[in-house]
């Protein structure tokens, strides 16, 4: 096929190149192929082709003739065949004219006088130090000031915490002094630490210094020290409050004299040219510090992480993370978490603490991908030491700050470059990264054999929502960006650019968002430098694109005409589709809703709602965490009811997490995915501390509903309890109705509505879902995800989406009464094929045993009742004996008394041995907390009890009940219970 599609375009008329929609006529492929084929053989598109054509011809035309107009030359053009404009020869002809050499390559569309003005900056040795151009930029001057300084650089001492970078900054004086010529190339740079030989002072005056035979037992020979190899370089002594007075001396007369005594001498030896740099983390006030100083002439404090802004440290870690890949040779995948964890985290040894935190994850990442055989070390937050994953406990405060540098997840290649590593490289490297993207994800899915239609629907799709999640964080980081910050990213002249297109797009779509100017100008840098390499631009959405933003197509298309006439700069129809989406974005003020996993807390009393509303205040998440509390007046069926009915409207499609205060609810999380096909994790514990920690990390986009459970589970391992309800996958899941319309899910619940009313119990048989595009602007993608978990047998929607294997029904078409009838046919048939899920069978009888009934106990205090009820079940080996504290425990967090003096304490179902229910009527009534009790009904019960404790607490809190403390045996008091809950089981 190459071959073929080689010979055609060698064979094409030159004025009039081949599309590639003609390609593909004429090979019988379809266009994508042809696109892609003609790519691989680095052929330039129709357009490219003909430019090179038409500069070739003109520049013959001026050749024969240079005096010839423009006019004249545009003429016998289009006398010739071609169809082109005079403004477009006259810019051609500059371009000739400009590139004298004529060796402008094929596919080269900018012009050099463009090129020229994107300048490069003059490499230094400090620029690789993070902060050169900001925290450290005086510091560097100084730095260099020292070195400069004739005749051999100014005796220096560097200050500052542990880690903050002394050396660093040392070794880079030396690189400095040997480019700048104060040295020669291999002049010594010797380094010793003072610290090291802290114990025995004189092996470290005899290394530093030197001695002479005899000097001390053992010295049996004359030997250099290190001042002397320093000779004509750069001596740097670190910890250098660590010397001892008699090297003080020495290093004294150095400094003063320029010669040193080895030890044993007595009088200066050696004469020695050297430039010393000290450091010390020790403040400069101390004894031995106060001398140095007086010495010293020049004294550089560096400071520590935390006063150093923010996104020097996002650089900085950055960069440690860039070693590690190229230490290890394997791209490493960090996970957003991580990052923001990293930026947060109070790192007491600065800089040298933040690169062994890094490196001990980086560790963790590489076993774990030996172990797991997959192809990148991935650093998750289960990865990092327990100190740095603190730093999320603060991200509530700091969200924005951190939310500007950390957009997701970064993966760091072992090729990376850490010069070329810059402030906020996720936001300057994404347009690159999405043209990378876009063409790798295409030839996978192509390779998976998956139609190019749907992959270019699935690419297309991700791609948008990537670049409207990468406008939203601009939006954000934008707040205080400085426009120098970015001119210096992409140049001048593409701002100035930029500024342009804004200017035309605002007179089509009135005020633009302003940071829509650094989007825009970042991803065109990226266009154009990538459209220079003569690489293609792929915009596998072009067609829906141009259906959906109709009107920010025209403006980008009349950009391109502006660009291609003002700065000669041709851009591919594909750009033109990704700057319609930017357009879009700029006016548009509703984003793409980042859906996030669930948290929905169900327990009995108030407890569920009196925890949310705290998680919820506290970590100002606006209500993500909702909450059920569980009312005893209700049947197990209509709990169960209100449970799924809350869990469709928490879930956003990524899964619930719920907490629930017993193990025989866990059993709710099993139901909801049952009955719904939506994700459930359950925790077998309700308290407000773990309910933040879920949310906080629930909250989090990045985190799927497993890394969430991983990360609790890796950190509050203690006594928790878990329960996993994963989607099946096979085809139990109960068929759902999905109901779409385009201005918002508002009208699909009017559709919904309607239906509801039109078809009796569709609910009980049915899910209906609404969604609408607004809130989901890609709905494909959306829709795959719902399918992922839910048996979708018909989607109504008011614009028709093609789903080739689910059924579509017309909006329209179903508010009118024969659509309706023919939608009622359709559900019939349907539900048919459906069949009720039974409930779980009930255990009342084996629940409540006579033994565990006791009357008229003799206690007078809640503590001897519930200890006595503890020890008893304990005794008869349905319970552990942890179930004591547990019962406690859950007295303190929340009284267990209900109205009409009954009570119902109970534990987890962590220490329940066989489920069992134990009933007290009691001789006195007990004050409980604030109400007398007389009846107890202690619970110890699993996940399998459910329906039964259901029937029976809805029997208890009934007026009913309160009638069994009347009753004198154990035998007339489970007759009453077994007679009143009959009915329900
Ligand atoms: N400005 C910087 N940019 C990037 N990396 C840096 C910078 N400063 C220091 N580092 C790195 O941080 C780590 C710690 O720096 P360094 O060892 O120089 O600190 P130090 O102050 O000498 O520490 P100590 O007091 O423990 O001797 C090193 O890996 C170093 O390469």
């Known amino acids: 096929m190459k071959e073929k599609l080689k010979k055609l375009i060698q064979k094409e008329d030159g004025k009039n190149p081949l599309t590639d929609t003609e390609i593909a006529q004429k090979l019988k492929i379809r266009r994508e192929e042809a696109t892609m084929i003609r790519n691989s053989l680095e052929i330039p598109d129709s357009r490219e082709r003909r430019k090179v054509d038409l500069l070739k011809k003109i520049e013959l035309l001026m050749r024969k003739a240079p005096n010839r107009t423009m006019v004249d030359v545009t003429r016998s053009l289009n006398a010739s065949g071609y169809e082109v404009s005079r403004c477009t020869v006259v810019r051609y002809a500059e371009e000739i004219r400009q590139n004298s050499r004529n060796d402008q390559k094929q596919g080269q569309v900018v012009s050099t006088a ?25 510091i560097i001057q100084l730095a260099k000031a020292a070195v400069l300084y004739p005749p051999h650089g100014l005796h220096t001492i560097i200050t500052g915490p542990t880690g903050v970078g002394k050396s660093e900054l040392a070794e880079c004086m030396y690189e400095f002094a040997v480019e700048s010529g104060v040295f020669e190339k291999n002049s010594p740079f010797v380094v010793f630490n003072a610290a090291d030989y802290a114990e025995n002072q004189q092996l470290l005056l005899s290394q530093l210094f030197g001695h002479i035979k005899g000097a001390f037992t053992g010295a049996d020979m004359d030997k250099m020290g290190l001042v002397e190899k320093a000779d004509g370089g750069i001596l740097f002594i670190d910890e250098i409050h660590r010397l001892p007075h008699e090297g003080q001396e020495i290093l004294f007369q150095l400094i003063d004299k320029g010669k040193v005594r080895r030890l044993g001498e007595t009088k200066l030896s050696t004469s020695i ?83 062994s935190d890094i490196q001990v994850a980086c560790a963790r990442g590489l076993l774990n991908k030996l172990a797991k055989q997959q ?98 964080s601009m939006k954000t980081y934008t707040g205080d960006m400085d426009l120098r910050e970015l001119v210096s990213v992409v140049g001048k002249q593409i701002l100035l650019l930029t500024e342009d297109i804004i200017n035309i797009a605002e007179k089509r779509f009135g005020k633009l968002d302003g940071s829509l100017k650094f989007s825009l100008a970042i991803h065109l840098k990226a266009t154009i430098s990538r459209l220079k390499e003569g690489k293609k631009i792929q915009n596998n959405n072009l067609k829906e694109i141009i259906n959906n933003y109709p009107q920010e197509f025209t403006a980008a298309r009349e950009i391109s005409d502006y660009l291609e006439q003002t700065y000669s700069i041709c851009l591919p129809e594909e750009e033109l589709g990704f700057i319609a989406i930017y357009l879009n974005s700029g006016y548009r003020k509703n984003f793409y809703h980042v859906p996030k996993v669930g948290v929905f807390i169900i327990a009995h009393g108030r407890v569920a709602s009196a925890v949310a509303e705290v998680v919820n205040k506290l970590l100002g998440v606006m209500n993500h965490v909702k909450a059920l509390d569980m009312h005893l007046d209700k049947s197990p069926q209509e709990t169960i009811r209100d449970v799924i009915k809350m869990a469709e409207e928490i879930d956003e499609g990524r899964g619930i997490i719920i907490l629930v205060d017993m193990g025989s609810l866990a059993y709710l999380g099993e139901f909801i995915t049952k009955e719904t096909g939506i994700e459930t994790r359950t925790l077998t514990r309700v308290d407000t501390v773990l309910a933040i920690e879920v949310t906080r990390r629930a909250t989090l986009p990045d985190l799927s509903i497993d890394d969430i459970m991983a990360s609790i589970r890796y950190e509050l391992s203690g006594g928790l309890e878990y329960k996993e309800a994963s989607v099946d996958t096979a085809n139990g899941k109960k068929p759902t109705i999905l109901i779409i319309c385009v201005t918002g899910s508002g009208t699909a619940k009017i559709i919904r509505n309607k239906i509801v009313d039109a078809i009796p119990g569709i609910e009980l048989k049915f899910h209906i879902e609404t969604k609408g595009i607004i809130e989901f602007p890609k709905m494909d993608i959306e829709i795959s995800r719902i399918k992922k978990r839910k048996n979708i047998i018909a989607i109504v929607s008011t614009i028709h989406l093609v789903v080739t294997d689910i059924h579509f029904v017309n909006a329209q078409e179903v508010l009118k009464n024969e659509g309706m009838k023919k939608f009622k046919d359709f559900i019939m048939m349907k539900s048919n094929s459906s069949k009720d899920q039974p409930l779980p069978a009930s255990t009342l009888d084996n629940l409540i045993q006579e033994k565990n009934i006791y009357v008229n106990l003799p206690y007078d205090h809640k503590k001897d009742a519930l200890t006595y009820l503890c020890k008893e079940l304990i005794k008869g080996k349905a319970v552990k004996d942890e179930y004591l504290d547990g019962v406690f425990s859950r007295e303190e967090l929340f009284t267990t008394e209900l109205e009409g003096g009954v009570a119902i304490p109970h534990s987890d179902e962590t220490s329940v041995l066989e489920s069992s229910i134990a009933i007290a009527t009691l001789k006195n009534p007990i004050l409980w907390e604030n109400k007398y009790v007389n009846i107890i009904v202690m619970l110890a019960v699993d996940k399998n009890c459910f329906t039964a404790l259901s029937t029976m607490l809805g029997y208890i809190i009934t007026e009913d009940f309160k009638k069994i403390a009347q009753l004198t045996s154990a035998k007339d008091i489970k007759e009453a219970i077994m007679d009143a809950c009959k009915e329900h089981i």
């Open 273 to 355: 040219k050297v430039m010393l740099i000290s450091a010390t983390s020790e403040p400069l006030e101390s004894y031995l510090l106060t001398t140095f100083k007086r010495r010293i002439p020049m004294v550089i404090e560096i400071p520590d992480l935390t006063s150093r802004p923010l996104v020097e440290r996002h650089h900085i870690i950055n960069n440690f993370f860039v070693n590690e890949a190229h230490r290890i040779g394997i791209a490493i995948l960090v996970k957003a978490d991580v990052y923001k964890a990293l930026m947060l985290y109070k790192c007491h040894g600065n800089l040298g603490q933040l690169r």
């Open 375 to 472: 192809d990148n070390v991935v650093v998750n937050i289960s990865e990092v030491s327990e100190h740095v994953m603190k730093g999320l406990i603060d991200i509530r405060n700091h969200r924005d700050k951190v939310e500007k540098y950390v957009l997701g997840d970064v993966k760091i290649s072992p090729d990376a470059n850490v010069h070329e590593i810059r402030t906020n490289d996720s936001i300057y490297q994404f347009p690159e990264e999405i043209y990378r993207y876009t063409e790798e994800r295409y030839l996978s899915l192509l390779s998976e054999g998956i139609e190019v239609e749907a992959i270019n629907r699935i690419v297309g799709g991700e791609v948008e929502i990537q670049i409207q999640q990468y406008i939203k």
């Open 114 to 138: 463009f090129e020229k003005s994107q300048g490069a900056s003059e490499p230094d040795v400090f620029s690789k130090l993070v902060g050169h151009s900001r925290s450290l930029k005086g």
